[in-house]
């Protein structure tokens, strides 16, 4: 089974990566860490490529909808120290909230103007927007022609993560 591969963040020597694979999270919370996480076949850094993907653990992580942490299965390549975490398909890192109710709350802001009535907090819908405007000066320039939800949808098409704060 393969996922698909985002490089978030790269911190010092290290990079820590994120895999998304088609994994049910309920299951997930079910089996907990005995759930069969899939393991990746090859480093996916273009300058490694090693094939010593060794067992770095599990990482707790918490999606709304859920009163506990679910464990996560995290890798680490033994010739470059690159970390994967092995995330559900369908959150972004360092997101609680679906991929999904994030693209619909921040499109209706944007087009509409209002929040809406939304389980999610108005704070937290204008760090989305907020960090969507930010992320699109940075990523597409100053000279940037469309609108906020165009600017969305190129920084997806660029795989950037949209509303991601930290930059």
């Given at each position: 089974m393969e996922g698909t591969f985002r490089d978030f963040a790269a911190t010092g020597r290290y990079r820590v990566l994120s895999l998304f694979f088609m994994m049910c999270i309920k299951d997930i919370f079910?089996?907990?860490?005995?759930?069969?996480?899939?393991?990746?076949?090859?480093?996916?850094?273009?300058?490694c490529k090693s094939r010593r993907?060794?067992?770095h653990g599990f990482v707790d992580a918490y999606f709304d909808g859920y009163d506990s942490a679910v464990c996560l299965k995290r890798?680490?390549?033994a010739?470059?120290?690159c970390v994967y975490t092995i995330r559900p398909f369908g959150y972004w890192p360092r997101h609680h909230v679906p991929i999904r109710i994030i693209v619909e709350r921040v499109c209706h802001r944007i087009r509409l103007g209002v929040w809406g009535q939304s389980a999610y907090s108005r704070q937290r819908q204008g760090h989305w927007v907020r960090a969507l405007k930010k992320n699109i000066k940075i990523y597409l320039g100053l000279h940037f022609e469309g609108d906020v939800v165009d600017g969305f949808y190129e920084l997806l098409h660029a795989f950037r993560?949209?509303?991601?704060?930290?930059?």
């Open positions: 079910l089996h907990g860490r005995n759930y069969p996480f899939p393991r990746p076949s090859i480093c996916q850094r273009d300058d993907i060794w067992s890798y680490i390549c010739d470059c120290g993560q949209p509303v991601i704060r930290s930059v």
